[in-house]
């Protein structure tokens, strides 16, 4: 599938993943990039940094409305759904405001898609939607399953979804609030030094995106296979970096241990058991499928951030450098 002439809708396009997804689209030749968010703010700002471009539309509403998602599709081919309450802690706070953005506006993204006769869209999931133990992660499991029960009903419709990460410069990334704290000469707060978790770069996420709107033909979940960090070694690597970069004395630099957020997992999972049974293995990533397929079984298992030999921390140095966030 080529995006070469294609009409793109984004919703929360103006995210650190949107955005990074808009550039990667604008060298695919596609004939409209409309983006869709709710903050005028951001929007107005990537208007600005994007003004050479005569293919990029701005369109300001919210994926609660179904008027406004509706308008919004006309004429468009595919759908990125990137829109979404993310923050652990503000769902446990505000349940119900992260079922209206997270379930109600995946339903209404997809009823609007079915009306404006959309050929395709990818929901962007989350790890945390595996045996979700907080309002996030069963959000995006509700999210999910509006995916596959629409795969069950749709003639025309494809719809398929991704599972990420923690996806390293995003919104809400810890490493700004390690460095941020290495630079006030605040002790680094950890939730729990022995915790684990998949991470990857934006370029990975966009990457995964790409592919997996090509590849999906209905009702698929694709996980990209990532890299497992211990959020100990991963503080440790910042705390080096930042302090030879800024000549701060490393030993004032001190980790406190906080405990873990409420509804917060010490490690995560991006599949589990009985989807690995219908799991397939594309190389850098698996796609889970009811459908029969061509590729051999993935035969992994539950895919937990829980192993033994997590990545070394030079191998966490070579990945945060290929995501701009610590210098080379």
Not at 88 to 101: D, L, N
Not at 113 to 124: M, R
Not at 243 to 272: F, S
Request: charged share 25%.
């Amino acid at each position: 599938m080529s995006y070469t002439g294609k009409k793109i809708l984004i919703t929360g396009g103006t995210g650190a993943i949107g955005q990074c997804l808009v550039h990667n689209l604008l060298r695919e030749e596609t004939e409209l990039i409309r983006i869709y968010s709710r903050d005028e703010y951001k929007q107005y700002m990537q208007q600005d940094a994007l003004s050479k471009y005569d293919n990029i539309q701005f369109v300001i509403g919210d994926v609660r409305d179904y008027a406004s998602l509706y308008s919004a599709m006309e004429g468009i081919d595919y759908v990125f759904h990137l829109a979404a309450m993310k923050h652990v802690p503000a769902c446990e706070s505000y349940p119900y405001e992260a079922v209206q953005t997270n379930v109600k506006g995946t339903y209404h993204v997809i009823q609007a898609a079915k009306a404006q006769q959309v050929k395709k869209v990818l929901l962007s999931s989350s790890d945390k939607a595996v045996l979700p133990t907080n309002t996030y992660g069963a959000t995006k499991l509700m999210a999910e399953r509006i995916i596959q029960a629409t795969e069950k009903d749709s003639n025309d419709l494809v719809v398929s979804a991704v599972r990420f990460g923690n996806v390293i410069g995003s919104r809400g990334s810890v490493i700004p609030l390690f460095q941020r704290q290495i630079l006030k000469r605040q002790a680094i707060t950890v939730t729990d030094l022995k915790m684990t978790r998949f991470m990857m770069t934006k370029d990975q996420a966009v990457s995964l995106m790409m592919k997996a709107m090509n590849r999906s033909i209905g009702g698929e979940i694709f996980v990209l296979k990532m890299p497992v960090i211990q959020l100990k070694d991963l503080a440790e690597v910042v705390i080096d970096s930042t302090c030879k970069r800024n000549k701060i004395n490393q030993d004032n630099i001190k980790i406190e241990e906080i405990g873990l957020r409420p509804g917060e997992k010490r490690y995560e999972e991006l599949m589990t058991y009985d989807e690995s049974l219908k799991a397939y293995d594309l190389g850098d990533m698996y796609m889970i499928s009811n459908r029969m397929q061509d590729w051999p079984n993935a035969e992994v298992g539950t895919y937990s951030s829980n192993i033994p030999t997590p990545n070394t921390k030079e191998e966490i140095v070579k990945l945060l450098q290929s995501a701009q966030v610590l210098e080379g």
